[in-house]
């Protein structure tokens, strides 16, 4: 056979005592919330198959300290890896497109790069590949690094005092 291509939602939700996770390149789609609350995951092999992700599929996976997307997947669906606690260290794939809102949110261990008034993730040898959120809520100017290729949906909002933001032309 052609081997598993979906995952659907809430499949394993929430398997506390889950610890590793290998999904094979057959899978395409993996459906809401699947993994969500796997509270003990902490080693995860996504396979190069991956297009398409739910929303919230890892939420509250909070042993989870890394995490490499496959570069087929083009989106991150909103939430999807919020409340995951103890990340660290996310690797976006090429042909990223989107992130969805507070897909990072409650991920207070991850380590971002700076520039300007911004916090960004990579994608390979590209640390700005993404503009995940502000440095904080006062901010009045942002100046967008010339590498970025995707601004993370509720990366800036809430800024009462912006009064400037340059998008640059690269």
Known sequence: GSGVQEIGGEAFYPCDSLTSLSIPDSVRWIGYTA?????????LNLGNGIEEMD??????CSALTSVTLPDAMETIGRE?????????EVVFGSELKEIGYNAFYGCDQLQYNTYDNAYYLGSGENPYF???????????????????????GNAVSDCYNLTSITIPDS
């Open 35 to 43: 993994f969500a609350w796997c509270t003990g995951l902490t080693e």
């Open 55 to 60: 929303e919230a599929v890892f939420r509250g």
């Open 80 to 88: 999807m890896f919020a409340h995951c606690s103890g990340l660290k």
């Open 130 to 152: 993404a503009l995940m959120k502000k440095l904080n809520q006062d901010i009045e100017t942002l100046q967008i690094h010339p590498d970025t290729v995707i601004i993370a």
